[in-house]
């Protein structure tokens, strides 16, 4: 029994690779347990972050500086009256968002946070993910006909629509991706002239080839890659139906959301289904373009000071974040009704800057690279997100359907096969 | 105004102007099964006060509107009839609570006018400089408000937060922030405080920044482009035939404001542009709009560096009498041309006030706009006529 | 150019006023619309700025309804008034501007008078099922119509 959990830790693969059941189980409750971690978060800054572009403040009250606001909301969510409407199809209304919670974390078993740190590694571990990832779909439409009421159901046909039409998009554009992790462009990036890439479709893989290759597929071609990225970056944030593609959900238009008859934690279901994911199709696109969990410029700072220098990032990070948390402290007001607060928020700052000075330590400093690498970069497009909701304003539904389908498609065919010709003839 | 040639009306058909709901014929079957009634009830949050649209839908595009108002009727126009002129002075800033200087302007130039008297050079000043700050407030809720309904969260807080200086600036002068009863008739009651032209000053200086940062987050922007180009065409001649008035008149090309056509408390002393559109769609009424902030700027710097000293009040008698006649005068209100007709009948109370409300004729224009549009776009150009529901029901 | 509308409409212009610096024309309720169609066409008066009425009960001819015409070309307002007795209707000015069709229905809303020839005249600001017309003088001031308040808003006492 030891030996079977000891015998996955030296040995240097996925769990899915090894065969080894109770270690993909651990893998899996971590991930699911650090998914559901990371939507609370994201829901807390969005709502910090929205109201800052929006010069106000957000929430404060909940716990200092809002912290606890997403535990709050979600007590208030589970404590609610369950609302069924009268004639809805039960099964079905009590499955949809089910379907959608299970579409979005399943894609998570493929998703690589450093070579061996995945659920597992399936050699069409791309695959696997484009087509899992449309399974949400089924659920949209399952909860806007389940309930029984023709607004909910204009809603969830709508963005089906929307989220099949950038699909297609989002599926060229990956194999754009695909295609480059078999194509060298000889001579280039200092690769040698004659070595040719082996095509591959697992994620583990193509993050490797990127390595080797010596160069982001966001870089390579320049600008295809580039233009593949951005044709994916539009599309995710359409297949999430996140602004500036949220007709189907926008309070201020006559048609409403798909999850309008659903009430409390089937609501909650939903939106933990939203942001994990925009959290896995954030994680694809670091994956395919973004060079996954390596530190930046791998090939042109090489050498041992350069990677001293960027292993102390972590730990610098959880002190900045210590250190900003500390300044929050300073500036409380003085009065006693703070004090609950102050205290929480310095002890808050000083676990982040506990956590700061143990990423510090070689050992760990070692082994947390990718996965803080990985995680920094998806961070990133969490941010990215909130970003366009606070600026854009809204497509009309006509217009979206016409981006995805008359912009994005013809470009991404375009990048697609020029960029089959430049590896080919380069 | 020698520029303006009055469109061939004349073969023009008016009645085009109707929709067509038949929504008191329900037994008359449609060949086409796919229209849709659908109501945009009275409270909603795009429609800008308890306005209710009955929208008559093909799929999605609109075929007809009707509109349902009445939600806030109060009876101004009766009430004005058991008030005397000095008591109903306040009753005309709840109207358009949004620029209430603007109405309370119209209805004392008016009465004014009535008593022929003539309000004093420093209080034309006066009454110039705020009804131009109630004009650029007036614009700026409506650019936040339109562009939330459009999806663009952010301006709403940015103009806000801009107009909380004019709000301060009114509230050191007369007490109030919104329903304001800054001017008497005859003059202004209240001197301008202490410091009164600083503020100004310093707010002129901190505002054209601002309106360039609203600009640069939709102006160029191609979802907003998108989202209001060609979008709620009226054409001139139709604007024309419909009464609209304001910036709604002037996006379809018609270059005619009242200040400048028919000037009133002192306009015709300052020097501004009249910015007008081409295409009468959303996105020229936007440009139009912003461009009169700016000039709204412009003239209330003029008015603070040249204001005259004197008296703020003229004589006016204790017991205001205006004798038997009829007067029609109205102003470029924020919304479109405010008019008061004001019948006197020799005593202190007025025999009948009409208030002619600029978002009640531009709201007339709704229909017209979006037929042939989608359902988003109804919410869009709502938002475009910039209605104040206290106006169109009074 | 009241001259010219004199000479062809003879007694049925009865006034033309100038008070104030503004003008208005009072006519006969036979000729008014024939009026108005000419003051659009010949003397371009193409914007229609307002519709209304005044209620004088001591009078024959109760009602005073006015027309405030501008023309954008001549930078002038007139105003065209025209007396009628309660029940008496007037044709619509839809026909002539569009813009009369909210405002007709409005002064019908508020003092009953009928319009012939308008698509469709009902209340605009008052409930469609409200009996009374509140500007006219002998509508109180804190009347309402007890019945419908009674029936469609449950207050017992009608108000």
Redesign the interface.
């Given at each position: 029994m030891l030996d079977y959990i000891t015998s996955y830790l030296s040995s240097n693969t996925t769990p899915g690779q090894a065969g080894n059941v109770f270690w993909a189980l651990v893998y899996i409750m971590v991930v699911f347990g650090g998914v559901s971690v990371a939507v609370m978060a994201m829901n807390w800054l969005e709502r910090k972050a929205l109201a800052h572009f929006q010069i106000r403040l957000g929430p404060m009250r909940v716990g200092p500086h809002g912290l606890l606001q997403p535990i709050a909301d979600a007590i208030k969510l589970l404590t609610k009256e369950d609302i069924i409407p009268a004639e809805a199809d039960k099964f079905v209304f009590w499955i949809a968002p089910l379907i959608i919670l299970c579409a979005s974390f399943v894609v998570y078993i493929v998703v690589p946070f450093g070579p061996t740190h995945a659920i597992t590694d399936l050699n069409i571990g791309v695959l696997f993910m484009l087509g899992v990832s449309s399974l949400s779909v089924l659920g949209v439409v399952m909860a806007g006909w389940a309930s029984n009421s023709h607004y909910p159901l204009i809603g969830a046909l709508r963005s089906s629509a929307q989220m099949v039409s950038y699909e297609v998009a989002m599926g060229m554009a990956v194999v754009s991706a695909i295609l480059m992790t078999s194509l060298h462009g000889l001579g280039l990036y200092g690769v040698s002239a004659t070595s040719s890439g082996t095509g591959t479709l697992s994620m583990i893989g193509i993050v490797q080839a990127q390595q080797e290759q010596h160069v982001w597929f966001l870089f390579k071609f320049f600008p295809l890659g580039f233009i593949a990225f951005g044709i994916f970056a539009i599309a995710m944030v359409a297949e999430t139906n996140r602004a500036p593609f949220d007709l189907p959900e926008a309070e201020s238009e006559l048609t409403a959301g798909f999850h309008t008859e659903y009430s409390g934690l089937r609501w909650s279901l939903f939106m933990l289904g939203e942001y994990a994911a925009m959290i896995a199709v954030s994680s694809i696109a670091v994956t395919l373009w973004l060079g996954g969990w390596f530190r930046p410029f791998p090939n042109t700072l090489t050498g041992e000071t350069w990677d001293l220098v960027f292993s102390l990032f972590p730990g610098l990070t959880f002190l900045g974040l210590a250190a900003i948390a500390f300044v929050g402290v300073k500036r409380m007001p003085k009065h006693p009704y703070f004090q609950l607060q102050t205290m929480g928020l310095a002890g808050f700052g000083a676990v982040l800057g506990l956590i700061g000075l143990i990423l510090f330590a070689p050992p760990v400093r070692d082994r947390i690279q990718d996965i803080y690498w990985f995680v920094a970069k998806v961070g990133g497009f969490m941010y990215l997100y909130i970003w366009y909701r606070a600026t854009f304003p809204r497509y009309r539904f006509d217009q979206l359907m016409k981006v995805g389908w008359k912009v994005l498609l013809p470009i991404g065919i375009g990048v697609l096969i020029l960029t089959a010709i430049l590896g080919v003839v380069l | 105004m020698s520029d303006l040639k009055t469109p061939d009306l004349k073969t023009a058909d008016p009645t085009r102007f109707l929709s067509h709901l038949e929504l008191d014929q329900p037994d008359k079957t449609f060949l086409d099964s796919n229209e849709l009634v659908i109501n945009m009830g009275p409270q909603h949050p795009a429609t800008h006060g308890v306005l209710r649209v009955i929208l008559k839908l093909d799929g999605e595009k609109v075929l007809g509107t009707e509109c349902v108002i009445g939600y806030l009727h109060r009876g101004v126009e009766k009430i004005a009839e058991n008030r005397t002129y000095t008591m109903f002075n306040p009753y005309v800033d709840r109207m358009d609570y949004v620029a209430a200087v603007s109405n309370g302007l119209g209805y004392c130039e008016a009465v004014e006018k009535l008593l022929n008297i003539e309000a004093p050079p420093r209080a034309k000043y006066i009454r110039v400089i705020l009804t131009e700050l109630n004009r650029l407030a007036s614009h700026q809720l409506w650019l936040g408000t339109h562009a939330l309904d459009i999806g663009a969260m952010t301006p709403l807080f940015y103009t806000f937060r801009d107009r909380e200086e004019i709000l301060k600036i009114f509230e050191k002068y007369c007490g109030a922030r919104l329903t304001t009863h800054a001017f008497r008739i005859g003059g202004c009651q209240y001197e301008t405080y202490e410091g009164f032209e600083r503020d100004v000053i310093k707010f002129l200086d901190f505002v054209p920044p601002k309106i360039d940062e609203y600009e640069e987050l939709l102006t160029t922007n191609r979802i907003w482009l998108e989202r209001t180009k060609n979008v709620g065409v009226i054409s001139r001649a139709d604007a024309i035939a419909l009464g609209v008035t304001g910036p709604v008149l002037r996006a379809s090309g018609v270059k005619w404001d009242l200040r400048k056509a028919q000037p009133y408390a002192a306009y015709s002393d300052f020097d501004f542009e009249i910015p007008i559109g081409t295409n009468g769609d959303t996105y020229d009424r936007y440009s139009v709009r912003m461009e009169e902030m700016r000039q709204s700027l412009r003239i209330i710097r003029q008015a603070v560096e040249r204001i005259p000293e004197g008296p703020i009040m003229a004589k006016v008698p204790k017991v205001m009498k205006p004798p038997v006649g009829e007067i029609y005068h109205s102003i470029e209100a924020p919304k479109g041309e405010l008019g008061y007709f004001i019948v006197g009948d020799g005593s202190t109370q007025p025999y009948r006030i009409r208030v002619r409300p600029p978002s009640f004729v531009n709201l007339q224009a709704l229909d017209v706009m979006v037929r042939g549009a989608l359902v988003a776009d109804v919410i869009a150009v709502i938002g475009t006529l910039d209605i104040v529901l206290g106006e169109v029901d009074r | 150019m009241v001259a010219t509308l004199q000479g062809q409409y003879g007694s049925g212009i009865r006034e033309a006023v100038s008070?104030?610096g503004?003008n208005?024309m009072i006519v006969e309720p036979s000729i008014v619309s024939d009026v108005l169609q000419i003051l659009?066409?010949r003397e371009?008066f193409?914007?229609?700025?307002?519709v209304?009425a005044?209620?004088y009960p001591e009078r024959e001819k109760q009602f005073d309804l006015?027309w405030?015409l501008y023309?954008?070309?001549r930078?002038e307002?007139i105003?065209v008034k025209t007396m009628i007795a309660d029940g008496e209707s007037v044709p619509s000015a839809?026909?002539?501007?569009?813009?009369a069709?909210?405002?007709e229905r409005?002064v019908f809303d508020?003092f009953g008078i009928r319009f012939d020839g308008h698509?469709?005249l009902k209340?605009?600001?008052?409930?469609d099922g409200w009996k009374g017309h509140?500007?006219r003088?002998d509508?109180g001031?804190i009347q309402q119509d007890e019945e419908w308040v009674q029936a469609n808003l449950g207050i017992e006492s009608g108000q």
């Open positions: - | - | 008070y104030l503004q208005y659009r066409d371009q193409d914007y229609c700025v307002d209304t005044v209620h006015i405030i023309s954008f070309a930078n307002r105003r839809v026909s002539i501007w569009a813009t069709n909210w405002l409005e508020m698509p469709d209340r605009i600001l008052l409930p509140p500007l003088k509508y001031i």
